[in-house]
């Protein structure tokens, strides 16, 4: 099996893409070890000491390291870990746990604005999680109020340096241009 890894814009991420499915039609994002046992890739990845977080995504893995870590000791373990999840055939997700799909849960915004949310989430859906992804993260929408766009940011760009430019250069004149509405995107 081989498994190829990539930078990313955050230096504190790597993106690890095992030539396979890993989680289609959702994300799962774990922060803390303790919400680790969700997943058994994800309890094997916790398990490599440094590891602070993990991002399934369609047919990636995004890993996070903690501060002070070094990716030319990490690397190997995370790359071991992966390929022995694989080689053994587990599944991903512990039984009952579902990935995260299009939709999430606590959304909000006012009912007058449906048709604008739904344009923004088409916009968000159609051109940004597609970009996002390719840098090992993903970025959905969380709400609308008052002209501003709230959105979650995961995996690799969680915590990124260029995440700031990237909803205020990209995302934010992006959303701007299409729908007038729009004044501002917020990470919550």
Excluded at 38 to 63: K, N, Q
Aim: one cysteine or more; glycine letters at 12%; aromatic letters at 8%.
């Amino acid at each position: 099996m081989f498994i190829q890894t990539e930078a990313t814009p955050n230096p504190a991420t790597l993106k690890f893409l095992p030539g396979r499915d890993v989680l289609p039609g959702g994300t799962l994002e774990i922060t803390q070890a303790s919400d680790a046992p969700c997943s058994p890739l994800a309890e094997r990845l916790f398990g490599v000491t440094g590891v602070r977080g993990v991002f399934f995504g369609s047919d990636f893995v995004t890993v996070t390291k903690a501060e002070g870590e070094d990716w030319q000791h990490l690397k190997p373990a995370i790359l071991g870990a992966i390929m022995e999840h694989y080689l053994r055939g587990g599944p991903l997700l512990a039984e009952g746990v579902q990935a995260v799909g299009d939709t999430e849960v606590g959304e909000f915004y006012e009912p007058e604005d449906e048709v604008t949310v739904s344009t923004i989430k088409e916009l968000i859906e159609s051109r940004v999680r597609p970009a996002v992804a390719q840098d090992g993260g993903d970025i959905t929408f969380k709400g609308f109020r008052e002209g501003v766009v709230f959105l979650t940011m995961k995996g690799s760009c969680a915590g990124c340096p260029s995440s700031t430019a990237t909803l205020k250069q990209g995302i934010e004149n992006l959303l701007k241009h299409f729908v007038p509405e729009v004044q501002e995107v917020r990470p919550v």
